[in-house]
């Protein structure tokens, strides 16, 4: 990587071919370089010209670049090279005072936008399909939420595709998937006491002793999470912050202490918007409100859903609480709406656990002789939201969940440009992330509650599972192991998305969230539209 004072930009090179030769600067005959030459690799194929292939405006404009700041740097550099793997050919750019005067223009035209107001989205451009930045910019998402009236009712929005995805001054207009369904990369969860992780070369090794546990392609991690006593040397923390895989540490009790991560937070005009959002108590509000507005449709949605026979006043009351808290005049009625939606929520929870406690037994199975009656020391009846500690199993399934999904939302304020510890319900407090947990308000009914409800009514988690420590209720390392599963599998399942209508993951929509509400506070869409789904 290179960089020139006088052009004020940076350069990073794919190859650089050297022409050596015989030089007699000083006086002496000596082998040295005479003069460099960039070469750099395009996926695609060259623009035909009239009598041979040309270079696109865009290579020319970074090959071009390159051969300015390698002059700057005291290197001989007459031209350059673009090598197309499309069609295996190589594209010569010599460099004339034309184009040199053509590269300084555009330079200054490129500072001229980035001083100014940001430009519009692309309307359909066939480039945003092949641009590496298009799961950044959303182009089609942002045009579509700066233009048109998304809902935020106490019903989730009636998708519409003539309206929505559909006819626009007579023309048809489809939201494309920019975005990848899911990542082909899988989380590693760590939670042996006393393992150390290591590296050898690009590859994690996980050892207990001398004994080698497993090993995982660095490449193939979105994350790390590492639960207790578990040491990670310096090599491989070193080669994950190159990667920008981040490494999220718990406790053995499943408390979410935070995150180490490489250079990735470069948009700080992301920030600064946070910043000047999070100072002005009126907008905090009005996000808070569609935070709380979503999370209260989603439990509702859970309840009609899953539970065995849903009252129909606890949906009235769940309906006009979500109604409310788009019109609540204060953070703290706004606290006190969300407190009385959740504990409505929570006293009809337990409709929505489907064990009883001789699930497991099958008539015809088991000894001839018939065993004592023991009283299983645990059952999932959930009466009451408990924590710290959790003192059934239910909540030590919710804590940790939550605390998984925390972890999730942090990555992804991460990944956005947002300080996770800056948020506009959550109020700043010492080492909490409050933008997190704002983000991950909406999503604790689709993602935290359903892992566990899936968990437990499909006995992927039994009474076996759980240990009592004082009054303190934990997982098992097995049970431990079988719920980050569940989670995981929750986190990868492909829905619909209920706006857009194209199929990702929980984790996609995730951050998908997080830049939506990104694109709210940069000005480029009227309001944040949380996720509520249908």
């Known amino acids: 990587m290179l960089s020139s004072e006088r052009l004020g930009v940076v350069a990073k090179m794919d190859l650089i071919e050297v022409t050596m030769g015989v030089s007699t600067s000083h006086g002496d005959e000596a082998v040295a370089p005479l003069s460099v030459t960039p070469v750099d690799y395009k996926a695609g194929a ?11 405006d865009t290579d020319k404009m970074q090959l071009g670049l390159q051969i300015l700041i390698l002059r700057d740097n005291g290197y001989t550099c007459d031209e350059g090279v673009i090598y197309y793997r499309a069609t295996r050919q190589r594209v010569r750019l010599p460099m004339t005072p034309e184009i040199e005067e053509w590269i300084q223009e555009r330079i200054q ?18 480039k945003c399909v092949r641009c ?149 108590g009126r907008r905090c509000l009005a996000l808070a409100s569609r935070f709380v507005n979503g999370k209260i ?62 699930d497991d037994e099958l008539p015809g199975l088991g000894s001839a002789e018939p065993e004592p009656e023991k009283e299983p020391e645990f059952a999932f009846d959930f009466t009451k939201r408990s924590r710290r500690p959790s003192t059934d199993p239910v909540n030590a399934l919710l804590s940790l969940a939550y605390s998984l999904l925390a972890k999730d939302c942090t990555i992804a304020a991460h990944a956005v440009g947002f300080d996770p510890y800056v948020g506009f319900y959550h109020q700043p407090r010492f080492g909490r992330p409050a933008l997190a947990l704002d983000l991950m308000e909406e999503f604790r009914p689709l993602v935290a509650e359903s892992t566990v409800l899936t968990a437990l009514n499909n006995r992927m988690i039994t009474p076996r599972h759980f ?22 599998q929750r986190m990868n399942t492909l829905i619909t998305h209920p706006i857009f209508d194209y199929r990702v993951s929980y984790r996609r929509v995730l951050e998908l969230q997080s830049r939506l509400l990104a694109r709210h506070l940069t000005g480029e869409i009227p309001e944040y539209v949380p996720m509520v789904t249908r």
């Not at 006009?320 to 609540?328: K, P, T, V």
Request: glycine fraction near 8%.
């Open 109 to 126: 035209q490129a500072r001229a936008t980035a001083l100014g107001s940001l430009p519009p989205p692309l309307v359909g451009s066939p």
């Open 132 to 280: 590496s930045l298009a799961p950044v910019c959303l182009p089609d998402e942002t045009r579509m939420l700066a233009t048109r009236d998304v809902q935020s009712g106490p019903e989730p929005a009636p998708l519409n595709l003539a309206e929505s995805n559909g006819r626009d001054n007579g023309e048809t207009v489809f939201i494309r998937r920019l975005i990848a369904a899911r990542d082909d990369e899988r989380a590693l969860y760590l939670n042996t006491p006393g393992i150390r992780v290591g590296r050898k070369n690009e590859v994690l090794v996980m050892k207990d002793g001398e004994a080698v546990l497993d090993e995982v392609r660095a490449r193939d991690v979105t994350h790390v999470a590492l639960f207790g006593n578990i040491q990670l040397s310096t090599q491989a923390l070193q080669m994950l912050c190159e990667l920008e895989v981040p490494i999220a540490y718990f406790s053995m009790g499943g408390w979410f202490y935070g995150l180490t991560r490489g250079h990735g937070m470069k948009n700080v005009l992301t920030r600064i918007e946070q910043f000047r959002a999070a100072e002005d």
């Open 297 to 358: 449709r989603n439990q509702r949605t859970l309840l009609m859903r899953l539970h065995v026979e849903a009252a129909p006043a606890v949906l009235l009351r769940l309906k006009q609480a979500a109604l409310d808290a788009l019109a609540a005049r204060s953070i703290e009625a706004l606290l006190g709406i969300e407190g009385a939606a959740a504990a409505l929520y929570f006293q009809h929870f337990g409709g929505m656990i489907k064990v009883e406690r001789d």
């Open 467 to 488: 240990v009592r420590a004082g009054d303190a209720v934990n997982l098992t390392p097995a049970g431990r192991k079988i719920f980050f599963q569940a989670y995981e």
């Open 46 to 56: 060259p623009r035909p010209g009239a009598d041979a292939n040309e270079l696109w």
